[in-house]
């Protein structure tokens, strides 16, 4: 995915649109589809400029 397209304004409101904080949703409305050699474990930290932190 390019940038360009990840920053249009269309884009933008569309994925906004599907972003509900009250439920969570079956995988087919993430229009993902998962991968059968899928294996081992992901982590991810974030820290935000004010030294914030999620992990």
Do not use: C, W
Request: without cysteine; glycine residues 4%; proline residues 4%.
């Amino acid at each position: 995915m390019q940038m360009e397209y990840i920053k249009d304004k269309k884009f933008i409101e569309h994925i906004r649109a599907l972003i509900t904080d009250d439920s969570t949703h079956d995988a087919p409305y993430y229009n993902i589809t998962p991968s059968v050699d899928r294996f081992g474990t992901t982590h991810v930290s974030v820290m935000a400029a004010d030294g914030t932190a999620v992990s």
